[in-house]
């Protein structure tokens, strides 16, 4: 539904791939592209838009190309790879959020718990609202655009991560306000910032499509001791596995309802670790989704991590594990998880 909807509003923009993932109509990301390459590709009709700064961060070699053709997505990527036969060419993925609440508009407010001692936590969401009042004690800092761009969605996630506690959320807004944001390319430089910044557990409320750099970046972010927290989506149990909350390592979490029965909307399989609260509020206003239960995940997470560190998700998940409530079919349910995890 968010795809479709997405694509009527935006249908200059807004594309899909083979598999019906949303995608940046007309850009690409590259990789391994040798000089003699890229003017291939600038012959065959396409432009260097920029060159992602995470490179010395997470290692990756990445660029983004523009079609100047306005080519079909399909037939500009088979004109990519015919330039440049040696070199990898993948879409422009786009992640949407994984709950109600859309990430370029303004948020409501949502409500704060009790102050407990600070932690460092990092955020890749919407832009969130500092005036909520369960950020108040919060210190933030941005990454991603010059000015605050509020969202109802990275508001109500930032509010379960921080929950009214005197942190330091470290948040990046991948749509500054625009209707169009969630790019791949903008993901891989939010992780880099958060490497950067050794802010070591991470929360991702957002699902896309397997792609080839992200999965680079995710891998690079793991081995270097950063844990990922992130939602598996609301596209229902036999719906095929999202990302990144598939990949390796990563933990994944469903959602349970104020009567800790899953989401019959949530995702299903291997890549579920946990399951956490995945409503917010009630009546009209209420929000619904796996983003809203990762966070109260990352936040467990990020007390038992203050600082990157080998090993750490394996780690982190193996204690996670001990303080899980079974739900569900013994050890690990495809719908549960390991169990329950509470605020």
């Given amino acids: 539904m968010q795809i479709e909807t997405l694509r009527r509003r935006e249908p200059r923009r807004v594309d899909i791939d083979p598999h019906g993932a949303p995608v940046l109509r007309g850009e690409f990301l590259a990789t391994g592209l040798s000089t003699a390459q890229r003017d291939a590709v600038q012959a065959a009709g396409f432009v260097v838009d920029r060159e992602t700064p995470a490179d010395a961060t997470l290692g990756l070699d990445f660029v983004v190309l523009h079609d100047t053709r306005n080519r079909r997505t399909s037939r500009a990527l088979r004109a990519l790879q015919r330039a ?10 786009l992640y949407l959020p994984a709950g109600e609440g859309d990430a370029a508009r303004v948020a409501t407010a949502a409500a704060p718990s009790s102050v407990a001692p600070s932690q460092r936590v990092g955020l890749i969401d919407g832009g969130v609202d500092p005036g909520d009042p369960a950020l108040a004690h919060a210190r933030i800092e941005r990454h991603g ?137 009630s009546g009209r206003n209420a929000l619904r989704g796996t983003s809203f239960a990762a966070p109260i995940v990352a936040r467990k997470a990020a007390r038992l991590l203050e600082a990157p560190r080998t090993g750490a998700a394996a780690q982190v998940q193996q204690q996670l594990i001990g303080e899980a409530r079974p739900l569900g079919a013994r050890g690990r349910d495809p719908r549960y998880g390991y169990g329950l995890l509470s605020p």
């Fill in 84 to 93: 440049a036969p040696g070199a990898a060419f993948t879409y422009q993925h």
């Fill in 145 to 281: 655009c010059t000015t605050a761009n509020p969202s109802r969605h990275g508001t109500a996630v930032a509010a379960r991560l921080v929950a009214g506690d005197a942190d330091t959320l470290y948040a990046a807004d991948l749509w500054c306000g625009d209707a169009v944001g969630g790019a791949t390319s903008k993901l891989v430089e939010a992780l880099a910032w958060m490497a950067r910044e050794h802010v070591a557990v991470i929360n991702i409320s957002l699902v896309g499509p397997d792609n080839p750099v992200l999965a680079r970046a995710v891998q690079a972010m793991i081995a270097r001791g950063h844990v990922l927290v992130s939602a598996v989506g609301n596209d229902g149990p036999a719906a095929p596995p999202l990302y990144p909350a598939a990949y390796p390592d990563v933990i994944g979490v469903s959602g349970v309802d104020a009567h800790d029965r899953v989401l019959p909307e949530a995702g299903s399989g291997e890549q579920v670790d946990f399951c956490a609260s995945g409503v917010v509020g």
